[in-house]
């Protein structure tokens, strides 16, 4: 063992022929690991692993919060309704009404002016009512949105001014005061009657003043009461209501419970007593997963079919064709014959045609979703309103599971 250790050291002393002297190896020891700093990856690299981390830490996509699906007790809207005069309408205005006169004098009484009524022109001018919504937590300064609509004959609105009109509440109490420029969005114009043309873009008679009504009073509100709240689902379900219950108390425990299919009844934890604001406000950032009703909701008027994803259909055989009757009336000259004493007369012809387009049996299977029941409608080649004639002779043969709703 000395005679190695003798040899080792000799070796360490020399250099070997044509290499250079090697350094002795330096004592290994531990050192500490870097810190780890994300700047260290490519800004791609970071991409890509957001994106792995996404799906673990992202919500459902169907999830909504709950301030979205809910209201609170107590924080309700309340509507307001008031009667005014719009002036400015360059001849478009009422025609001569007493309400409309007597209006207009009562106005310029306000000012000092005394006018019978009977003296008075009033193209320029318009009788409405104001509608307006008043929200919860409004304090007196603050601004809502008003609608106007024409109460007489006046052809339209457009370039109006809405004078000071008192808006009152179902208690008869003032709670705002409205007034400005009315926006219609569209227009009226050409000389009606015999002879005449006009063109119309949307309803002239029905404007808009954004911000053009100043709360006076304010509404009471309370909303958060000593056993807590309670939160009014928008659209009724028990599973929803069931499911905001649980998802509440995933993250405060025991504090919610689910009363019926419209209310969900939620404890104030005692770390939030005196915060109740923080804690509604938790609580509308939660997400739930509302349950939908299979529901097809029909507007004959425009064509327009609504439907929910969890509609179903039974397997069903459907048969669909149309049947077109043209009747046709024309008018012809009968004329006499040569020296002869009868006269030309015009003659009334009718002619009918029918037009009927057989159809065939197509089996329609249970299908389990909303996209594959739209696929085999279209392949009748049916329009919107024959899809509409299917889907309500579905539902009366009992082969269509989900609530059919016709406007």
């Given at each position: 063992m000395k005679h190695f250790t003798r040899t080792?050291?000799?070796?360490?002393?020399?250099?070997?022929?044509?290499?250079?002297?090697?350094?002795?190896?330096?004592?290994?020891?531990?050192?500490?690991?870097?810190?780890?700093?994300?700047?260290?990856?490519?800004?791609?690299?970071?991409?890509?692993?957001?994106?792995?981390?996404?799906?673990?830490?992202?919500?459902?996509?169907?999830?909504?919060?709950?301030?979205?699906?809910?209201?609170?007790?107590?924080?309700?809207?309340?509507?307001?309704?008031?009667?005014?005069?719009?002036?400015?309408?360059?001849?478009?205005?009422?025609?001569?009404?007493?309400?409309?006169?007597?209006?207009?004098?009562?106005?310029?009484?306000?000012?000092?002016?005394?006018?019978?009524?009977?003296?008075?022109?009033?193209?320029?001018?318009?009788?409405?009512?104001?509608?307006?919504d008043i929200g919860p937590f409004l304090r007196p300064g603050a601004r809502i949105d008003i609608t106007v609509a024409s109460m007489g004959d006046a052809k339209s609105l457009q370039g109006g001014?809405?004078?000071?009109?008192?808006?009152?509440?179902?208690?008869?109490?003032?709670?705002?005061?409205?007034?400005?420029?009315v926006a219609i969005g569209g227009f009226l114009g050409g000389a009606g009657g015999p002879g005449g043309a006009t063109v119309q873009k949307n309803?002239?008679?029905?404007?808009?003043?954004?911000?053009?009504?100043?709360?006076?009073?304010?509404?009471p509100t309370s909303y958060v009461s000593l056993q807590g709240?309670?939160?009014?689902?928008?659209?009724?379900?028990?599973?929803?209501?069931?499911?905001?219950?649980?998802?509440?108390?995933?993250?405060?425990?025991?504090?919610?419970?689910?009363?019926?299919?419209?209310?969900?009844?939620?404890?104030?934890?005692?770390?939030?007593?005196?915060?109740?604001?923080?804690?509604?406000?938790?609580?509308?950032?939660?997400?739930?997963?509302?349950?939908?009703?299979?529901r097809i909701v029909i507007n004959e008027r425009t064509g327009t079919i609504v439907a929910t994803a969890t509609v179903r259909i039974s397997q069903v055989a459907i048969s669909h064709g149309s049947l077109t009757i043209t009747v046709t009336s024309t008018q012809g000259v009968s004329q006499p014959g040569p020296f002869s004493s009868g006269q030309t007369t015009t003659v009334q012809g009718t002619s009918t045609a029918v037009d009927e387009v057989k159809g065939g049996f197509k089996v329609v299977d249970e299908l389990p979703s909303i996209e594959r029941l739209a696929a085999a409608l279209n392949a009748l080649g049916v329009s919107t309103r024959e899809m509409a004639a299917i889907f309500q002779t579905l539902k009366r043969s009992g082969a269509l599971q989900a609530e059919l709703i016709i406007n």
């Open positions: 080792l050291r000799f070796l360490q002393g020399r250099s070997f022929i044509g290499a250079p002297r090697a350094p002795a190896f330096p004592p290994f020891r531990l050192s500490p690991s870097p810190p780890f700093r994300l700047s260290a990856f490519p800004p791609f690299s970071l991409f890509l692993l957001g994106l792995l981390l996404l799906p673990a830490f992202s919500p459902s996509l169907d999830a909504a919060r709950i301030k979205d699906l809910t209201l609170i007790e107590g924080g309700r809207d309340n509507q307001l309704v008031g009667y005014g005069l719009v002036v400015g309408l360059a001849g478009d205005g009422d025609s001569t009404s007493i309400s409309v006169l007597r209006s207009v004098a009562n106005a310029l009484q306000r000012f000092g002016l005394i006018v019978p009524y009977d003296q008075i022109k009033v193209k320029n001018a318009a009788s409405v009512m104001v509608t307006a001014v809405l004078l000071q009109t008192p808006l009152l509440g179902a208690d008869g109490r003032v709670y705002a005061v409205a007034q400005g420029p309803h002239p008679t029905v404007g808009t003043i954004s911000n053009g009504a100043i709360v006076e009073r304010e509404i709240l309670h939160l009014l689902l928008r659209d009724p379900d028990f599973t929803s209501a069931a499911r905001m219950a649980k998802a509440i108390n995933m993250v405060y425990p025991g504090t919610s419970e689910a009363q019926d299919a419209a209310t969900v009844a939620v404890r104030l934890p005692a770390e939030f007593k005196g915060h109740e604001v923080d804690y509604v406000a938790a609580l509308g950032s939660i997400d739930v997963t509302p349950d939908s009703v299979a």
